[in-house]
């Protein structure tokens, strides 16, 4: 990265990694996903079992991010844990939470604390989930109490993690729970979504703590090719538009991508040959990360700009660093023309639960260690602090 200025970027600008608590915690026992990484049938090829011991090795993990170089963590409260039973709150693991902000303010890094990464807690998926009249009114009670516990050591907060996946995935495609396919209920749970992330919103605000607070979504570089037009703007309406709407007023949006889709006459295509495809299958597409930018930007009419996640499913590591450079580079001509971008935080510090796909995809700047849960981090790991720390993270 020699080759960037010093001054690229701008001060503050917040170098980071990501985790999820289902992702990496283990033994979330009490949430929808966890039942459906059980229940026979579903396209889970394995459950998440003990993920990588992130729930007593948090400070482990904590201490890694910051001893890369970087200035930021962003990782998700699990939502059944706090509020394992409909008004029953854990005072422990809220507590255990602000531990966790305490100390990535004691090692130099903001906190980015989502409040729901995908899961919900059993109690509330039994009720309908988020087809629950009560579904928005209930996370929205939860972010107040997550927002008074911990609001003064929040540094930025994500209401919801890719609402658009949960919607898409649970009632279009089928592949996550409840694995339903039925374009009605789907957009019921779009609006239920969209709902319960402008009622977040407020209820953060009303808490103590003055950090800002936004959206991720889930952003894909979509492009039509001749014939595909209204297909595409179709296509991005339901996934992408609707959730873009409901950001009105947030302190930010937060991009996550990770390729593109190319959308023909007969909708969706394949990867283009010649396109080298990752472990998810997607199509490899670093240049997505300024496209998407670019149009987060654009439909808010200028709210400042978050990539909460970009990365890379590959156990080639000298790809990763690639593909970061190249997605950087995009990051760099957004900012050059005047978009203001805040942060870019790599998915993910750890190999961990992918979800259906279960441990196979390596998305991790660290690896770990299945038997011992030891931690070892990549080349990327440390080319990554590097860059920040040029950029004067440290
Ligand atoms: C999600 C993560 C996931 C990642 C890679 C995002 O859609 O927020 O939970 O692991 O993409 O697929």
Known sequence: MSHVPADAYPNGFLWGTATAAHQVEGGNVHNDWWAFEHAPGTPCVEPSGDACDSWHRWPEDVELVASLGLNAYRFSLEWSRIEPEDGEWSRAALEHYRRQCARCHELGLVPVVTLNHFTIPGWVAARGGWEWSEGPERFARFCRRAGEYLGDLVGWACTLNEPNVVSMMGYSWGVFPPAVRDADRRRAVTAALCRGHVLAVEELRAGPGAYPVGLTLSMTDYQAMPGGEEDMDGMRRDNEDV???????????????????????????????????????????????????RRAWEFTGGTPVVVTENGISTSDDTERIAFVTDALAGVRRCLADGIDVRGYFYWSLLDNFEWVLGYRPRFGLVEVDPATFERRPKPSAGWFGSVGRSQGTR
């Open 243 to 293: 959730f873009l709407e409901a950001t009105a007023g947030d302190d930010f949006v937060g991009v996550q991508c990770y390729s593109r889709l190319r959308v023909g006459p007969e909708g969706m295509l394949g990867p283009e040959p010649g396109v080298p495809v990752t472990q998810m299958g997607y199509e490899y597409w670093p240049q997505a990360v300024e496209a998407t930018v």
